[in-house]
């Protein structure tokens, strides 16, 4: 059954692999490669915070994790998250953020459910994706997400995808299209928050590490396929500023 399992996951990722080997190749590769001490390495996460993303074994090495993510990955804990993050990091050490979204899949290669640990039925995952998709397939309105205070995580997250509901609803599988146009909007936004905090940091480099994790049954490993991995020197980055525009030359000759 294993192997039909890794099969399945392969025909929608080929390039995954197990959680347990995607953390030992990468880790290695910082500690050999870059000479990296991990006991200085100060660990970040921005990944659903459902309970089953533990995918990795990152955390049982680069001990502490630090959590930017909220529903579907999305670096909710903003740029105020990523200057406390920055401040934290071990002297003479360095950063590692580990990104992106998560997707089930059954023992029958369905994408976008799962079978929890103790729960005999199916469930969503990532539930909240899952959730938006529902919204965005209404047919008989047009669905347009609403701030309100008690749930405004999945309504940003609603509204990430928003403009991508024509190419999601086209697609032939519109489960993993959410889930791939979350991907890219998370992307984004570790590295424009860098940018924007970057004299906040202590460090010399930031490596990240983007991925979409596929959940399966609890006797299987789940998988990790790698979208990005990056090392940012901080010294050759350019900050992210802004100017006021009453520093500007047009205004100052209004």
């Known amino acids: 059954m294993k192997d039909v399992i890794e099969q399945k996951i392969r025909e929608q990722y080929p390039k995954a692999g197990t959680g347990s080997y995607v953390t030992e ?33 990152f955390r049982r090495v680069l001990t502490r994790p630090f959590t930017l993510g909220g529903l579907g990955g999305i670096p909710f804990a903003g740029l105020t998250g990523m200057v406390a993050f920055s401040h934290h990091i071990p002297d003479n050490g360095s950063a590692f953020i580990f990104y992106g979204p998560h997707i089930g899949i059954t023992d029958e290669g369905e994408l976008g459910k799962m079978r929890r640990p103790g729960q005999a039925e199916l469930s969503n995952s990532c539930g909240a994706l899952m959730l938006a998709l529902s919204r965005l397939e209404i047919e008989d309105e047009v669905y347009v997400p609403m701030n309100v205070e008690y749930d405004y995580q999945q ?26 146009v979350t991907y890219k909007n998370i992307d984004r936004q570790p590295h424009f928050l860098i ?16 991925a979409i994790i596929i959940n399966t049954s609890p006797e299987f490993h789940d998988y990790v396929e790698v979208r990005n991995f990056e ?24």
Do not use: W
């Open 231 to 254: 090392v940012i020197e901080l010294h050759h980055l350019e900050p992210l500023t802004t100017e006021s525009i009453l520093q500007q030359e047009a205004f100052k000759v209004l």
């Open 25 to 57: 190749k990468y880790l290695s590769y910082l500690s050999d490669h870059f000479k990296e001490d991990l006991k200085k390495m100060l660990f970040a996460t921005s990944v659903c915070a459902d309970d089953i993303n533990v995918s990795t074994d």
């Open 155 to 180: 309504v940003l997250l609603e509204r990430s995808v928003m403009p991508y509901k024509h190419d999601i609803l086209i697609s032939d599988n519109r489960k993993k299209a959410i889930t791939e």
């Open 195 to 210: 940018r924007k905090a970057k004299d906040e940091f202590r460090c010399k480099r930031i490596y990240l590490l983007g």
